[in-house]
């Protein structure tokens, strides 16, 4: 399993292809899982690496912020340790919020910019399920019966409109602590990144659903009114997890939207990569 410390910060990855670098950002809740659909579609043409977000996964659970402008600034350190001056971020729910706030303050380092089903203006964004686990007593109560396995499938039973999610996907939930859980979710409904979304200049897919149960619809209308030249598709028929749902629909949008990416920039990517980032660690994560 191979990882990647940042800031002493381990980082769990899962890794394929070569190429333009892409970086995959999962929601609140999950992990790299989410996006291993799209590892093996984009891996002829990019080098993508999928993560598991500090405090989610197997990726380290320290003493951290766990905000979203906390976990903004985080990708660009990640970049760094990558080696990548420049990527393809692609981001789901709150990985989403995350990316399009990472690129609108770092315009130069985001090539092309997909998010799906994102959470744009926090407060307004969440279903009732969502905004009852921020009641301080509720939040508790709720992090405790989340190991009954009945409770866990009452709140994943939002993020999917025609087919259960994975058992695996569902026990996601449960790599997590309290305080990255509860202090995520309540930055996300917090957190307005509408006012930044002027400032991206990468090309950007704002890839929606219209049966989401989760967050409501009117956020990914909001980020493709509001990010300049986005192009907006709504898939029908499904929840807030479409990679589950249309696995084939959702992989095309995606690769049809990024097969632009010059190739020079995959050359690019190639020679930053070979010089530093993942070539650097050992087996175990740890720097050379």
Known sequence: MPFITVDGVKVHYEEAGSGAPALLIHGWGASWKFWRMMLGPLSSNYRCVAID??????????????????YSGFVGRLLDALGWPK?????????????????AKNPARVERLVVVNPPIHGPSSLFLKARMML???????????????????????DFTYKVRLAEEMIDDVLATTYQSSISSVRSLAATDVSPHLRSIQAPTLVLGTDKDGVIHTSQHALAAREIPGAIHVVLPDLGHCPMFEAPEAFSKHIADFLLPVPAQAAQQAGLASQQAGLARLDPAGAPH
């Open 135 to 157: 009641l301080p007593v509720f939040r508790w109560l709720m992090w405790v019966f989340m190991h009954v396995r009945f409770v866990r499938h009452w709140v994943a039973r």
């Open 87 to 103: 990527a393809i971020l692609c981001g789901h729910s709150m990985g989403g919020m995350i990316s399009a706030l990472f690129a």
């Open 53 to 70: 977000l500090p405090g989610f996964g197997t990726s380290d659970h320290l003493d951290l912020p766990y905000t979203i402008e906390w």
